[in-house]
């Protein structure tokens, strides 16, 4: 199917607003400036060849540690939650009853001392309680206090857990990452919060419900059910493709600054949604809805879709 542009958008919005959500801690110490952040963030973000050669001769003392653990899931509601900031995730969903995990721990250090305190410093915590698993990696870079000045390379170590999971496919999943790592979710049914920060997103075969975002990669959904309740996709540096399967009919309301807008289904444009006026204290702020709406078919849940500098393709999946 030949597909069909139908709005081209140029609007400039609040960045900061799309990412504080995702940024780890929430807060921005008092250091960093709005102007900095802004600056940080429009920027891509990649890790080039010799910036890990740089790595390798800075941290010469080298460890790979593999981790297999298996979790039964009781019948019933089930969730799993895996929190990672340095290294990729990958869930993948089949007709198991219970979850199969494998992680690869790589260790780089300035010295074998620092090595041994890295493996002090940085664990992975696991908590499960009935049907609710998580994973969560714990170190000195969660600092959480308000006169943190912490970064990791304080410690002259750097610690990367790449996970690989296989789950029951009635789950619910919340994964997010940070740094030098890909988010992949395949074959899930459940609702999902997928989150990175520089690195792509990509859920295939999934039928849920939920929120995609990341802040230098690709967002990219294929649907094998289409959503049933209110979804979300976001990035700043890269396209946004979702792929629904053909009997599609939800509302969409989309922004983007650098890209175009296309679509494999037939749409109707909605009226823009009118400026509210909001009184604080003496004065009136006037806040306008720079998305654009449109529905296909008879509409149904609203799925809003959000990027800088990139394309958002909404496809049907012939799968």
């Known amino acids: 199917m030949r597909r069909k542009t139908f709005f081209t958008i140029l609007t400039v919005y609040a960045v900061v607003a799309l990412l504080l959500p995702i940024l780890p801690g929430g807060r921005m110490g008092s250091g960093h400036s709005r102007k900095s952040l802004l600056s940080a963030v429009l920027e891509p973000v990649s890790v080039s060849a010799k910036n890990r050669d740089d790595d390798d001769r800075d941290l010469p003392v080298r460890d790979q540690e593999n981790i297999q653990k298996s979790f039964a899931m009781p019948a019933g509601h089930k969730s799993l939650e895996i929190d990672n900031v340095w290294g990729s995730i990958e869930v993948v969903a089949d007709t198991a009853d219970k979850v199969e995990l494998a992680v690869v721990r790589t260790t780089q250090a300035e010295s074998k001392d620092k090595l041994e305190r890295a493996k002090k410093e940085v664990t992975l915590d696991v908590s499960q309680e009935e049907g609710a698993l998580k994973l969560y990696v714990n170190g000195p870079f969660r600092c959480q206090c308000d006169d943190c000045r912490h970064s990791r390379d304080d410690e002259g170590y750097r610690v990367k857990m790449d ?20 988010v992949v979710v395949k074959n899930t049914n459940g609702s999902f919060l997928v989150r990175n920060v520089n690195g792509d ?17 690709p967002v990219i959904v294929s649907f094998r059910q289409n959503p049933r309740e209110n979804s979300d996709f976001k990035t700043v540096n890269g396209n946004v493709e979702l792929r629904f399967v053909h009997d599609l009919s939800a509302d969409f309301r989309f922004k983007t600054f650098n890209g175009g807008i296309y679509s494999d289904f037939s749409v109707t444009a909605l009226p823009v949604h009118a400026i509210e006026a909001e009184h604080k204290g003496g004065k009136v702020v006037y806040r306008a809805d720079r998305y654009t709406s ?15 500098n990139g394309d958002i393709r909404i496809l049907e999946n012939h799968e």
């Open 294 to 308: 449109a529905r296909v078919n008879a509409g149904g849940p609203e799925i809003q879709i959000e990027n800088l």
């Open 201 to 217: 997103i990509e859920m295939e075969n999934v039928s849920g419900s939920g929120t995609a975002r990341t802040v230098n990669g």
């Open 163 to 182: 996970f690989k999971v296989h789950v029951p496919r009635d789950l619910d999943i919340k994964v997010k990452t940070v740094n030098e790592g890909r």
